[in-house]
């Protein structure tokens, strides 16, 4: 049975056993809940594409083709300058 030790933190490396069982990556989430039975149960924390709706509102900025061919004109004058 893997193990693992809690650091001053209260942080811990889930064993390789345990990361692969779960299909966990480096950035992933994971989350502890207790069953009615009062283990703990680790899992991966899953969403679904739907769940990320939103999260890049207001953070796009769109362009016209006019603008992009004067960016890509400035772009080339200050090459040749």
Partial sequence: MPTATV????????????RDALSVHPGDRVMFWRNPQGQVVVEAETR?????????????????????NEAIAQGAADANS
């Fill in 7 to 18: 650091t001053s933190k209260g942080q811990i490396t889930l064993p390789k056993e345990i």
């Fill in 48 to 68: 679904s594409l739907m769940s990320l709706k939103g999260v890049l509102k207001g953070k796009r900025k769109g362009v016209t083709v006019s603008e992009m």
